[in-house]
């Protein structure tokens, strides 16, 4: 008789030392990805870059300036990418490169295409510790490439923007 009343005594104890126990938090409530920077695309840097911001046309004459997007544009992307500009890290956030795409090129691309090419320039960035932003010259936001970069590995995260696919319709005759 006694057992039985120890068993769930017992049980009971058991049961709340473990639901006292600190919970720590998984992998997915650590490796959160940013969404994209909602800041605008600043198409006039351009044509007059200030000192923080490195663009296709920005030359150092002490060697590569980062991130390195030249290497991807002489690559096979060279029709497809047409300009970016790469700001800075600051205090809050990781550093981010704004890629300027050919629309026309872009526009013909289908979804595997896009993402191969989001994916490729988005590895190039992550390596200098930067997020992507993929944008025509109408500044539409057409891809990113985002990461937490407080996570080790670091988790990063693709987004298409699927209003620019081609829709196919099929008629109903």
């Known amino acids: 008789m006694s057992c039985q009343k120890s068993l769930p005594i017992i049980l009971g104890f058991s049961l709340g030392a473990i639901l006292l126990l600190p919970i720590s938090p998984s992998l997915a409530e650590i490796a959160a990805v940013p969404l994209p920077s909602d800041a605008p695309l600043e198409l006039d840097l351009l044509?007059?870059?200030?000192?923080n911001v490195i663009t296709a046309n920005t030359i150092n004459p002490q060697g590569l300036t980062t991130p390195s997007l030249w290497l991807a544009?002489?690559?096979?992307?060279?029709?497809?990418?047409?300009?970016?500009i790469a700001y800075p890290a600051?205090?809050?956030?990781?550093g981010r490169v704004?890629?300027?795409v050919n629309q026309q090129v872009w526009s013909i691309l289908d979804y595997l295409e896009r993402y191969s090419f989001v994916n490729r320039l988005g590895n190039v960035a992550r390596k200098d510790v930067y997020n992507l932003r993929v944008f025509n010259y109408q500044q539409e936001l057409l891809g990113s490439y985002t990461c937490n970069f407080q996570t080790n590995p670091t988790s990063c995260r693709?987004?298409?923007?699927?209003?620019?696919?081609?829709v196919l319709q099929q008629s109903s005759e």
């Open 47 to 51: 044509t007059k870059p200030n000192s």
């Open 73 to 84: 544009q002489a690559n096979s992307e060279s029709k497809l990418l047409d300009n970016w």
């Open 90 to 94: 600051t205090a809050t956030t990781p």
């Open 98 to 100: 704004d890629v300027i």
């Open 158 to 166: 693709i987004q298409i923007n699927s209003l620019n696919r081609l």
